[in-house]
């Protein structure tokens, strides 16, 4: 990124106090979002140097702490009541294939209850991740996948900003550090660790952290990250994403492609379900029609290529409307096994109701996965048994994961040994390696993210609608700053959503091509018509405001 040099009129506009009517409205105040500072220093940080730039613009700019969960209900379950907010995309395995980003997250079809919670609409740009989604040659499909990311940097629908380098850290006089697995794109934490490591003595149970509380344990919802390490070990899936970042096979045995729209799947002999059930093909097909029956709306996307599912024995052959490239991945690797002697009731009963399958929450979950659920402190701590009859079963007793919302706190429990596995430390990367120098026992490990940091707009509210302005709003932060100052460095400038640990996807020139700098901003406002009246931001002649203060 390059900051350009030349002064914009715009600049003097901010001081200056005009005295001829103006037609236009000013920009009414601009609420900002962030978690707080104890649980997310990162986060914080960033919210407040963008805040500290969009006022320079002349926008008045508030920024609103709020708990995660109080979040997740004001911007996810009320889309049209926001207008901006920090937000992540955490690195999950499956999205190793740029599908489940460049598609779920922009696409027109999941704004109103999907991953799309923005509100994008882009009829270009659904027609291009369309085909990326049936273009089977893996080097075709790159450059479709590549033209979606540079289509999104010119449009600018969120404020791109980092792609952190994840840093975690384990005791190494508990854990053999060589069972510690270091997955492509996700780093230490992970499922395969949680499988693999091995205790060295007397300590077997695998105690993390985690600074955001668990809102649900549910395999139709997608609740948040850390609910996520839940359920990929309390459910399992026809296949996972091994730690080169590929699918391989699960709960399958084994699968084999027919033809172009058609794949059979062999489900493993001798399955169970946490409650001794057996786990069977009916099992298997009924989480697929579940997942696509609109009870799970997050899930639809996901399955929305299935055309029909029919059983001949333990084989599952899934018959798909069109070619899928990445069903594998993005469907296969995605779909939790559900038992329907247990779920089918439920979404029977929420057909009845205002609500969905993703509002319900079993008492004791039940899955088929290699943890099973133990028991469930709000606020304080959730805790997985190991299930020895699983044919992975995890060399750990247990999975406790303590819930910790100030990341201080979290480092000095690792450090006492209360926790052995920092799984979450979203302050200061330094200070973990620092602690990881000074204490032989400690070891850290960072790992550059699949996930991502940004800003997210609500294109519902004006002035969001308007490209322009989100442009200019992004290039008024160099993001450069943002990686120095608040990740310490722990990260990479981003602006495209897929990472650069996506070698094969990332288009890097969307990031190479970035120019950034408040006058840059200043100028693109004021080329698209905006103003400055006695120092703030109006719309541009003839455009009012409608949402009020």
Known sequence: MTLPLRTSAFAAMLSATVLSPVMADEIRTINLVTRPQAAQPAEFQFTQLIAQEWRRLGLDVNVEVMPWEQMIQAIWFSRDDWDTTAWQMVGRPERSD???????????????????????????????????????????????????????????????????????????????????VDQ?????????????????????DIILNSSDNVTAINPLYISGGTDSWITELVYDRLMRIGPDGLPQPWAAESYEWIDDTTIRVTLREGMTWHDGMPVTPEDVAFSFEAAGSGEAPMYGPFVGSIADITIDGMDITFSLTEPSAPFLTASLSKINLIPMHIWEPVIAEQLTLDTNAESFQEEVPIGSGPYRFGSWTLNEEVVLEANAEHWAAPKADRWILRIVPNVEAALGMLRSGEINFLSDFPGDPTVVVAAADEDPNLTAVSTVDIGFRYVAFNHRRPPFNDPAFRRALSASVDRRLIVGAAFRGFAVPSNSVVSPALGFWHNEATVEGMEAGIELAQQMLEDAGYMVVDGRLHYPEGVSETLGE
């Open 98 to 180: 740029p599908d489940e980003i460049v598609y779920n997250l922009f696409h027109s079809t999941t704004a109103e209850q999907g991953f799309n919670f923005i509100g994008y609409n882009n009829p270009e740009y659904d027609a291009l991740v369309e085909q990326q989604r049936v273009t089977l040659d893996p080097d075709e499909r790159r450059e479709i996948v590549r033209a979606a990311q540079a289509m999104l940097a010119e449009d600018q629908p969120n404020m791109m900003l980092a792609h952190p380098q994840s840093t975690y850290a384990f005791n190494t006089s508990v854990w053999n550090p060589d069972t510690v």
């Open 184 to 204: 492509s794109g996700i780093g230490i934490r992970n499922t395969w660790s949680y499988l693999q490591m091995e205790p060295l003595g007397d300590v077997t």
